[in-house]
């Protein structure tokens, strides 16, 4: 197998400068729109002067005086990433959009059609230049985790190949945080085995390994040899979805319920309008709340009957905040469904039941065709908390199906 990962450079900045040449060359910061946002991105330019993603307006400001900050427009980066994905389709009919600026391709057997696969991923990149306008970085490698490793090894605009035989070598001496899915929590117990590097973990007894981590610890020496064994899953056929949630961060710290319940009706209907319009229901109910000190937990409630109703999520969600006794004021908060059951298509037996999910479908179709809260519940006209749709595009934003959030 011959796999290619694409990842795009500063992809929000750089939309955002390619559709504003007077930001060409400066160090810009791409923000929400809201009062309290942090950084979702920033140009290479701001990055060199210390600028990092998740920074405050004010930390970021101190780091480069000189810096511009751009509200974000997600349809913009939404389009430009579906053009970007199309590029991808016409070199292999095998392509898994990892998040809405990366991508893996299967190039396993194109040589004969493009060439070598130095030589496609140019022309991958010489597409993008010309008819997107921006650049990449790409990485080549036999699978999936070597290919993303590559391709965080140059940067911006980079391209590296790691062939089969080269793998031992690149990993031996490579710090286990380089690695896919190795973050610094576990990079810290790892570093207690005197797990320092992939040689070393790939050289380590994997009994150990298993004990320690559990069956985690299997995956972890196998990373540390460079296998893996997951394929490119092409879009559309990725595992049915999970669960389907929303999430804010609030204009100002509440620790007022009925204010929160109002956030909370909003984030109800916007996780029904998504889980009805692909025939999904859950039967759990999550309610998340994020302390002002960033304390961060989650509490469920299981239903007799999956649903996608509005009401009876709301009415969940907001059962479980009456229970809960608010320690401090909430900064963000957020709903989902799980234990989802997929096509659900059956009638209610009842009358008022049937009225009400004709009345939701009326509801959403209008929704559909002229934007998301065109109709909504009166408690919400007033209120900020009606006036905006999400604003941040989730790490888990698909091009297709229920992952496929629209954004503002």
Not at 32 to 44: K, L, N, P
Not at 200 to 220: A, D, H, M
Not at 336 to 342: F, K
Request: aromatic share 6%; net charge positive.
């Amino acid at each position: 197998m011959t796999v290619m990962h694409i990842d795009m450079n500063a992809f929000f900045a750089s939309v955002e400068q390619r559709c504003n040449p007077s930001l060409r060359g400066k160090p810009i910061a791409v923000i929400g729109s809201a009062g309290r946002t942090v950084v979702t991105t920033a140009s290479y330019e701001a990055r060199a002067h210390g600028v990092k993603t998740g920074m405050n307006k004010y930390e970021a400001k101190r780091a480069c005086p000189g810096l511009v900050f751009v509200v974000g427009d997600n349809r913009k980066y939404i389009d430009t990433s579906v053009r970007i994905l199309n590029i991808f389709k016409q070199f292999s009919p095998i392509v898994e959009a990892y998040s809405i600026d990366e991508a893996f391709v299967d190039i396993t057997g194109t040589a004969a059609l493009f060439g070598p696969p130095l030589t496609l991923a140019l022309s991958v990149k010489e597409r993008i230049r010309q008819e997107v306008g921006l650049t990449c970085s790409i990485g080549i490698a036999p699978n999936k985790l070597l290919a993303k490793l590559a391709s965080d090894m140059k940067k911006p605009d980079g391209l590296v190949v790691i062939e089969e035989g080269e793998v031992s070598s690149v990993l031996e001496d490579l710090p286990v945080c380089e690695l896919w899915g190795v973050g610094p929590r576990l990079t810290a117990h790892l570093s207690t085995l005197a797990i320092k590097t992939c040689g070393q973990l790939g050289r380590y007894p994997v009994s150990v390994l298993r004990e320690r981590f559990g069956i985690i610890g299997e995956r972890l020496k196998l990373m540390g040899q460079g296998i893996d064994p997951n394929p490119v899953v092409p879009i559309g056929e990725e595992e049915e979805a999970k669960s389907v949630g929303h999430s804010t961060t609030l204009p100002k710290d509440i620790s007022d319920k009925e204010a929160l319940k109002r956030y909370l009706l909003k984030l109800s209907e916007m996780v029904g309008f998504r889980a009805r319009g692909h025939k999904l229901k859950g039967r759990k109910i999550t309610l998340t709340l994020r302390y002002n000190d960033f304390f961060t937990f989650g509490r469920q409630r299981s239903l007799s009957f999956p649903t996608n109703d509005t009401r009876a999520i709301y009415a969940a969600a907001s059962g479980i905040l009456d229970s809960i006794r608010l320690r401090t004021s909430i900064r963000l908060i957020g709903v989902s469904i799980s234990d989802i059951v997929a096509g659900c298509t059956q009638m209610e037996l009842f009358d008022e039941g049937r009225k009400r999910e004709s009345l939701l479908q009326a509801i959403d179709s209008i929704n559909r065709d002229l934007g998301e809260f065109t109709i909504t519940w009166g408690t919400l006209l007033e209120e900020e908390c009606g006036r905006h749709g999400p604003g941040v595009i989730s790490p888990a934003w698909r091009p297709e199906g229920v992952k496929r959030v629209n954004v503002r």
